[in-house]
């Protein structure tokens, strides 16, 4: 258990529709990540914030977008999502934010299916 | 762009050493990263190498050569349970994009009785 917990862990939801994940680091971790893993894509990063504020972004679409809390905890918005979008989603925390050595904490994942 | 190749699969026996390879390409060359994950799981940290040399956790080694922008996990006295992906990651930084972490597409290691 890496101290890292996400909700859902399934979801299931039609194409066009939107849903929110959710991510809470380990207790004291400032970084959030989160990660897109599809069979043909790999592990794609898509976000990085830091004590509220975003610090780096990757593959994100439009149509995601993301924010951290106050207290630290983070939401994944995807909107008008599409067949291609069903993946599993991770998010990992560190304490830094974002030096080069820093393990990253993965958090269990949230698979969404869109039908 | 950046691009990590490695291979897609390794076959051993428990009890055996195998070297998972990984080059990557990149700009902003910030170090390499290993993962490990089982099927259905999270990726789990492994390594880190900065510096060119070897960096040993118990069984597990990684090499890092930055001159030939390459690098491999060794992994020792193989285990059933070592089975599971391997992935490479490079940590990219150059101004604005400091912090993005690239992954290559995974080593599926395969480790029999």
């Known amino acids: 258990d890496s101290g890292v917990t996400q909700t859902p862990k399934h979801l299931i939801t039609a194409t066009g529709q939107r849903v929110t994940l959710r991510c809470s680091p380990r207790?004291?971790?400032?970084?959030v990540y989160w990660y897109q893993q599809s069979l043909d894509q790999g592990l794609q990063f898509l976000i990085h914030?830091?004590?509220?504020?975003?610090?780096a972004k990757g593959n994100i679409l439009e149509r995601f977008s993301a924010q951290q809390f106050p207290d630290l905890h983070s939401e994944l918005n995807l909107s008008s999502l599409e067949l291609g979008d069903s993946a599993l989603y991770f998010c990992?925390?560190?304490?830094?934010?974002?030096?080069?050595?820093?393990?990253?904490?993965f958090g269990p994942g949230t698979r969404l299916l869109v039908l | 762009g950046q691009s990590l190749e490695q291979p897609s699969e390794v076959t051993a026996v428990e009890g055996a050493i195998v070297q998972i390879n990984c080059t990557y390409q990149?700009?902003?060359?910030?170090?390499l990263s290993w993962y490990q994950q089982h099927d259905g799981g999270a990726p789990t940290f492994l390594s880190y190498?900065?510096?060119?040399g070897l960096e040993e956790t118990g069984r597990f080694s990684s090499f890092l050569s930055r001159s030939d922008s390459y690098g491999y996990l060794l992994l020792q006295e193989l285990q059933m349970k070592d089975s599971a992906s391997y992935f490479c990651?490079?940590?990219?930084?150059?101004?604005?994009?400091?912090?993005?972490?690239?992954f290559g597409r995974g080593t599926q290691l395969t480790v029999w009785p």
């Open positions: 990992a925390s560190s304490p830094q934010p974002g030096l080069a050595g820093e393990t990253q904490y």
């Open positions: 207790s004291g971790d400032l970084s």
């Open positions: 914030y830091y004590n509220g504020e975003e610090r």
């Open positions: 990149t700009s902003g060359f910030y170090g």
């Open positions: 190498n900065a510096l060119d």
């Open positions: 990651a490079v940590r990219e930084g150059r101004g604005s994009t400091l912090g993005r972490l690239y």
